[in-house]
C-alpha cells in the first residue's frame, strides 16, 4: 500500500531534550515535505527536498532541522525544543501532481 | 508570496442540503489545486486534484471547479449528509511550494 508514515504519532517532551521525528515514503517520490499546524495559523511548510542531499527552508524553519540521505526518509530533527513548538506536524511526499500526507504527529514540549 | 483565503471559515447545514465551498488565491500562476479533507486531530485526505489547464474534477458527489483567471475555486458538495462533517482544506502547489488556505469547517446537522 501506498503511503506515507510517521514516527511517533504523540510525543511529549520536556523543553531543551532533543528530539527526531521520522518520516518515510514507500512510493519513490522526489519531493518530502514537513509541516506544521496551529489552530488559526493552519498548515505552513517547514522545510522540503526536491531530492537526496537537496533540502531548503520553507515559511518557518526557525529551530529545526532536516536531512535526506536516502529517497525514502526525511526526518524532522528539534535539537532544542521549545514550548512553542507544541504543535501537529505533518510529513508529506509528492508525485508529479499530487501530495500524500503522513498522518501526523502530535508534539507537545513542556 | 501566494496567498490562499477560505470562505466561509465555517459553515453549518441540514442533511441533503448542497454546498459550495470557497477558495481564492493571489498568484494565479499555479500547477494545481488540491482539495483535501481533514477530520478533528487527524491527517490530511485528498479529495480532488484539478491541473492548472483544467476547468474542474468530479468524484462522487463532489464537485471541485478552478478559474485561474479569477484566482478561485470552489468545492460544491451535493446532498450533504453528516459524514461529510469536516474541515476542508484547499491548497495551491505554485513554483515549489504547496501553499494552504486556513480551512472550512463543515457541519452537517441531521
Known amino acids: 500500500e501506498a503511503q506515507v508514515t510517521q514516527n511517533p504519532r504523540y510525543l511529549i517532551t520536556v523543553t531543551g531534550k532533543k528530539l527526531t521525528v521520522t518520516c518515510s515514503q514507500n512510493m519513490n517520490h522526489e519531493y518530502m515535505s514537513w509541516y506544521r499546524q496551529d489552530p488559526g495559523l493552519g498548515l505552513r511548510q517547514i522545510y522540503y527536498?526536491?531530492?537526496?542531499?537537496?533540502?531548503d527552508k520553507g515559511d518557518v524553519p526557525e529551530g529545526y532541522k532536516v536531512s535526506r540521505k536516502e529517497k525514502r526518509n526525511f526526518p524532522l530533527i528539534l535539537e532544542s525544543p521549545s514550548p512553542n513548538q507544541t504543535s501537529l506536524y505533518f510529513c508529506a511526499s509528492r508525485d508529479y501532481n499530487e501530495q500524500f500526507f503522513g498522518p501526523g504527529t502530535r508534539l507537545t514540549v513542556l | 508570496k501566494q496567498e490562499v483565503t477560505q470562505i466561509p471559515a465555517a459553515l453549518s447545514v441540514p442533511e441533503g442540503e448542497n454546498l459550495v465551498l470557497n477558495c481564492s488565491f493571489t498568484?494565479?500562476?499555479?500547477?494545481?489545486l488540491q482539495w483535501f479533507r481533514q477530520d478533528p486531530g487527524k491527517g490530511l485526505t485528498s479529495l480532488l486534484l484539478?491541473?492548472?489547464?483544467?476547468r474542474e474534477q468530479t468524484s462522487g458527489r463532489l464537485n471541485a471547479s478552478l478559474d485561474k483567471s479569477s484566482g478561485r475555486s470552489t468545492l460544491y458538495i451535493a446532498a450533504s449528509q453528516p459524514g461529510d462533517s469536516a474541515t476542508y482544506l484547499c491548497a495551491a502547489f505554485s513554483g515549489s511550494r504547496l501553499t494552504f488556505g486556513e480551512g472550512t469547517q463543515l457541519t452537517v446537522n441531521p
Open positions: 498568484d494565479s500562476a499555479i500547477y494545481n
Open positions: 484539478i491541473q492548472s489547464s483544467q
Open positions: 527536498s526536491m531530492n537526496v542531499e537537496v533540502t
